[in-house]
């Protein structure tokens, strides 16, 4: 299983000496001072699972939806709704802000159905590549507008966070988050971190369901950070990757920013369909910036619709289309919230099963986290050296950060997932 | 609540916007209008200068961040369809954007790709997850399609191929992966070029310059000033080439041409990059259209290939496409595949899987290849016919005596017509026809019916306006 550790850690594409070149070449390489970059630190666990011929390996990777059977799902409204659109429409070009249907469900989602935000056209808004992209054209838009600033990420946070501002040649901060004693939110830290950031800075807050930890605010403590923000007029970028997911109902998952908004925030949002409608590969998402009025959002769009143009010219159509067609159609838009309760109880459910497992095998530690974590993930407290140890004798696949992907833990296989982390945490 | 404003007076710097002064291009950019910011005591072009003396953040939550944000400019060339929109006339006619029309002027979904998604349907596969790299089964037929499947590169597995967000994200993914490596290399661009082009190198931050291309008196090739414009750039620049059907002005080099392009490109070490986004479209014939690429290739040089599936498979708004590396080695092409991976994460993760299928569907299929290589004939065939007949009208109008050749010797979507500004705005003002103001109208917006519509106004505007 070294083997599989060493690809996990990038050591297998190690340079190689230059006798290798094609003899024939009589021109050295221009990419001589290429190194091999490392692997991914989360795609890259499901290619080792993938690799692992194991008869007992579990994905606890990627946080990709499973249905009990540990089968992706797609989601009967979209199947039809993929029925309805098949070869009727033609494929021309989408404007650069996407599709504009899209959009306006979308921000309906964020905002509320029948929001004034909205009503005023005060919401700038594209169509965006899932999160990432919504992300990535945020970062590049504020190095842009307000190429001073700077912006302050949560610790943990999903890693492609720090990629994503990185390359956008935003310098990061970042504010304390997760407690490590506790398993829970360090409440004190953070409001220090937000009173101790100098005025109008950029925070990046997750609304709902934290990844990778499952550690959310409880709305008390949401509102006092809505306070505090006031007070010191900072900025608010959500990424909203899990609204529907978190809870089961989206309206729920979407009240830390109802918060913001109701308290007068100009916020940013990143939307992604790629988990509550199970469209990842489609990469559906949207980038909404909400403005003075009107005619500063007509503004804001055009300009991140330029950020756009020279990145991929205008979105995908498919997943828009997709995404349009179910929350345009009442019936198809009742049978997706039933999906996403669906799953959203699931990992509830596995929630319950594991810690109670747990508990069950005596372990000494507490579990009680497992269940006070919301959504996808489960940050399970497990250190590298653990979670190797659950790879290379259990095959259990899962990022080095102890993160667990609920979605992956099935009925079928939650007594072994349970017996193998008692196992390697039971000295501890 | 919301209405609650707080006074509280900003102290610390990082929150206040000065006034700035203009930066007079510290990095050479070229004929570029963008100035990049590298500096935060240098100006940001984006914003009105005014706009940033709000200095206090006293109106705490209700006024913006972004208040200095000026209207970004229209595309020069999607924003030719919104004005065609717009306008009410019966004659009115869009030569604007690159998109085939039939000749009825409607929009083209190709059987191929209809039966495609059909069986797509009926597998009902699911919408995982891509690997950042894209689809693998698309990333093997595109590699082959573009160099042909028994080529050594394909065969050494020298090819770093990563699926892309069509032409415009392979460019982009290029682009990145030449700033990282090759901090201060240039790109060259043809004059004129895709106006989207020096957006792209702009954002990635890479230099660029023009070579010589179009010549106005001969409405061809600048050959001398081009070959001529190589020669002088920088050793290791980076030259961008279009592998077909030149856009905006549908004039390639011949294959002696070619042949001359390529041995200057390996005296001076440059590297040679290839935008193919009409494979197939120009001639009708998928090889005949690499010919280009493959010549390089050939030579041993190592070389980068940005394709893209909008045109000639009709899959525009599904951003297909692919960013291939040639490399010397296998192992070179394994670790600039990794890189580009490294680069593509942060922007979107993973390709959007949807076009990817119909692709790897489609050129996988022999009967649907087969297929496909028919339609593709068809449509390159009416826009040479369309060619033809504008030919014809043009002709037998224009009593002047304008050799109007050009038309019949340029190839693919688009003609440079050799209008000005003021003449291609008389097409739009005077004559509802509705093109880019370099003068490029896109004949596959053209019906044989209209030609002698736009021949007319073609005449018009060459001899009456200046």
């Known amino acids: 299983m070294a083997i599989v550790r060493n690809v996990l850690a990038g050591r297998i594409m190690a340079s190689r000496p230059s006798s290798m070149l094609i003899a024939a070449r009589s021109m050295s390489s221009w990419w001589q001072s290429v190194e091999p970059a490392a692997k991914d630190p989360i795609l890259g666990v499901t290619e080792a699972y993938l690799a692992d011929p194991s008869p007992s390996k579990v994905n606890v990777g990627v946080g990709a939806y499973r249905d009990d059977n540990g089968k992706p799902v797609v989601l009967e409204c979209v199947r039809e709704a993929e029925r309805r659109i098949a070869g009727n429409l033609n494929m021309e070009y989408l404007p650069m802000g996407g599709s504009l249907k899209m959009v306006e469900e979308t921000l309906k989602l964020a905002y509320g159905e029948n929001s004034h935000f909205i009503k005023d056209k005060r919401v700038a808004a594209i169509q965006s590549l899932s999160g990432t992209g919504a992300c990535r054209i945020f970062a590049d838009f504020q190095k842009r507008f307000r190429p001073d600033s700077q912006i302050y990420i949560p610790v943990p946070t999903w890693a492609n966070h720090h990629n994503i501002w990185r390359d956008a040649q935003v310098p990061q901060k970042t504010f304390h988050y997760y407690h490590p004693a506790t398993r829970g939110l360090d409440f004190a830290a953070l409001m220090d971190d937000i009173k101790n950031a100098p005025n109008g800075s950029f925070f990046l807050l997750h609304a709902c369901a934290h990844n990778p930890t499952g550690v959310d605010p409880s709305e008390q403590q949401w509102r006092e950070i809505s306070q505090l923000f006031k007070v010191k007029g900072h900025f608010a970028f959500f990424d909203m990757a899990y609204q529907g997911f978190a809870s089961g109902d989206p309206e729920r998952d979407a009240k830390s920013i109802r918060i913001f908004l109701e308290d007068g925030h100009l916020i940013g949002i990143a939307q992604s369909y790629a988990k509550n409608m199970g469209l990842y590969g489609q990469r559906a998402g949207c980038l909404s910036v909400l403005c003075e009025d009107e005619k500063q959002a007509v503004a804001v769009k055009s300009q991140l619709q330029q950020l756009a143009r020279p990145m991929y010219s205008n979105p995908p159509v498919h997943g828009a289309l997709i995404v349009s067609t179910i929350l345009g159609d009442p019936d198809l838009k009742k049978l997706w919230l039933k999906e996403v309760k669906v799953m959203a109880d699931r990992i509830i459910g596995m929630r319950t099963a594991l810690r109670e497992n747990l508990e069950k095998l005596g372990s000494p530690m507490s579990w009680e986290h497992i269940t006070n974590q919301i959504g996808m993930f489960c940050y399970s407290g497990m250190t590298p050296e653990q979670v190797d140890r659950l790879t290379n004798e259990y095959h259990i696949y899962m990022t080095r950060n102890g993160r667990i992907s609920m979605a992956g833990v099935t009925t079928g296989n939650v007594e072994y997932l349970a017996n193998a982390i008692h196992e390697v945490t039971k000295s501890s | ?466």
């Open chain 2, 1 to 466: 609540m919301a209405s609650t404003m707080l006074s509280l007076a900003s102290s610390s710097p990082s929150s206040s916007l000065s006034l700035r002064e203009i930066n007079k291009g510290k990095l050479n950019l070229g004929s570029a209008s963008f100035i990049p910011c590298l500096d935060k005591d240098k100006c940001n072009p984006f914003l009105k200068n005014k706009s940033l003396g709000r200095i206090s953040m006293t109106v705490a939550v209700n006024v913006s961040r972004f208040e200095g944000i000026t209207m970004a400019p229209p595309d020069p060339i999607l924003g030719v369809s919104e004005a065609f929109r717009a306008d009410t006339h019966e004659m009115k006619l869009n030569l604007g954007v690159g998109a085939y029309r039939t000749e009825e002027l409607q929009p083209y979904v190709l059987n191929v790709v209809r039966k495609a998604e059909n069986l797509m349907l009926e597998r009902g596969e699911n919408k995982e997850y891509l690997p950042i790299e894209g689809l693998v089964a698309f990333n093997k037929v595109t590699a082959e399609l573009l160099f042909g499947a028994d080529n050594p590169v394909i065969k050494q597995q020298r090819v770093a191929t990563v699926q892309s967000l069509s032409g415009t994200g392979s460019l982009r993914l290029a682009a990145a992966l030449i700033e990282r490596y090759f901090p201060g290399a240039k790109v060259l661009i043809s004059s004129p070029t895709w106006g989207n082009h020096k957006n792209i190198f702009n954002d990635a931050r890479v230099p660029w310059s023009e070579y010589r291309y179009y010549d106005p008196k001969t409405v061809g090739l600048d050959f001398e000033g081009m070959i001529s414009d190589i020669k002088a750039a920088p050793e290791g620049s980076f030259i961008l080439l279009h592998g077909c059907a030149h856009n905006p002005t549908g004039i390639d080099p011949t294959p002696d041409q070619w042949k001359k392009i390529a041995d200057v490109i390996q005296e001076k070490s440059h590297i040679p990059f290839f935008d193919v986004a009409y494979q197939g479209f120009a001639s009708g014939s998928l090889d005949e259209d690499a010919a280009s690429v493959r010549l390089f290739a050939a030579h041993g040089m190592e070389l980068l290939v940005a394709q893209s599936y909008s045109k000639n498979l009709g899959l525009y708004a599904e951003r297909i496409g692919a960013i291939n590396v040639v490399c010397s080695s296998s192992d070179a092409a394994a670790r600039v595949k990794s890189q580009l991976k490294r680069l593509a994460r942060p922007m979107y993760s993973n390709p959007p899987v949807h076009g990817a299928r119909v692709v790897a569907n489609i050129v996988g299929d022999p009967a649907l290849f087969n297929e496909w290589k028919a339609e593709m004939e068809l449509m390159a065939g009416r826009i040479k016919n369309v060619r033809q007949k504008l030919f014809d009208s043009l002709t037998a109008k224009d009593k002047s005596g304008k050799d109007w050749s050009f038309i019949l010797k340029q190839i693919g979507m688009f003609s440079f017509t050799g209008l000005n500004k003021a003449q291609s705005d008389n097409m739009t003002n005077k004559w509802h026809v509705y093109m880019t103001k370099d003068g490029r109208i896109s004949l596959a917006g053209l019906s044989l019916a209209k030609c002698e519509y736009l021949a007319d106004a073609v005449i018009d505007s060459f001899h009456n306006v200046s």
